[in-house]
């Protein structure tokens, strides 16, 4: 009786993860037949109806790729940047993603000029957004049991020759590993709370305070760094380092 039961559990179970994998699949791909058919506003329903379906151990960043690349051919600029960024998380190394998400961002009107970071800080996101967190933590529990195992050679190998290579092989490899766990930790911050937003308004304006004057013009798609929250407003900082304040409602967060 027991294992008729267990065998029921497992079989609704395995059904049920085919169902759902069969429902935000077959939405996709009417999002697929919707945007071939120049219809994206439909697109755009179906892709959103997608990621709602999916499970969240999928990985959606082409479901965001293609939203994207629907909200930009609705010329919605602003949104079309955010599901850019969204799938830019998810996928960091994936050429169509930053590619797309270039070619969005020429289209922002205004004269923000971006500051050039140090060249330390810039190689240093370079390289942690190529890619997931989950891979940069595996690469780094990988080089942890490779120094582990060396310092275990060292400290039992009774051969002076395995002992040495033993030691230097540990150490390396477990001053190794901190930087994949590093790179994990930064990219993880990201991919769960990335701290900036979209302007998804066609323009708007930086004030220096919630009820201070309107000083600098911003246009829809330009990215904001989120700083501080006081009830409506947010204190953002423009990629040229300009710090003010917009609307919460004015943006939304990536």
């Known amino acids: 009786m027991k294992n008729k039961f267990f065998i029921s ?3 609704v179970l395995f059904f049920g993860n085919v169902f759902s994998q069969n429902i935000w699949k077959s939405l996709a791909s009417k ?25 969240e151990e999928e990985n959606s960043s082409s479901i965001y790729f293609n939203l994207g690349n629907a909200y930009f051919k609705n010329n919605e600029l602003g949104k079309a940047i955010l599901n850019y ?16 998400l270039d070619v969005a961002k020429e289209k922002i009107k205004g004269d923000v000029i971006p500051i050039k970071p140090f060249f330390l800080i810039k190689w240093w996101r370079n390289i942690q957004v190529k ?3 989950s891979t940069w933590a595996y690469i780094g529990i990988f080089l942890l049991w490779i120094g582990v195992m060396g310092l275990l050679l060292w400290l039992f190998s009774t051969q002076r020759l395995l002992k040495k290579r033993g030691f230097i092989t540990g ?29 998804m308004v066609e323009k ?3 004030r220096p305070n919630p009820d201070g004057a309107e000083e600098f013009e911003i246009f829809e798609g330009t990215e904001l760094e989120l700083l501080d929250h006081i009830n409506n407003w947010s204190k953002v900082r423009l990629i040229n380092s300009d710090v003010g304040w917009v609307k919460k409602s004015e943006y939304e967060k990536i």
């Not at 219809?39 to 999916?54: G, H, P, R, S």
Request: hydrophobic share 45%; net charge negative.
């Open 9 to 11: 559990v497992v079989c």
């Open 31 to 55: 999002g697929d037949q919707h945007f071939e058919n120049k219809d994206y506003e439909n697109a755009i329903q179906q892709y959103l109806e997608t990621l709602l379906a999916m499970p």
């Open 85 to 100: 960024e969204k799938a830019k998380i998810l996928a960091p190394s994936d050429a169509d993603i930053l590619y797309n």
């Open 131 to 133: 890619l997931s967190s």
């Open 171 to 199: 150490v390396f490899a477990l001053t190794l590993s901190i930087f994949p766990f590093l790179f994990s930790w930064g990219q993880l911050a990201m991919e769960t709370d990335s701290k900036k937003g979209i302007l």
């Open 204 to 206: 708007t304006y930086l």
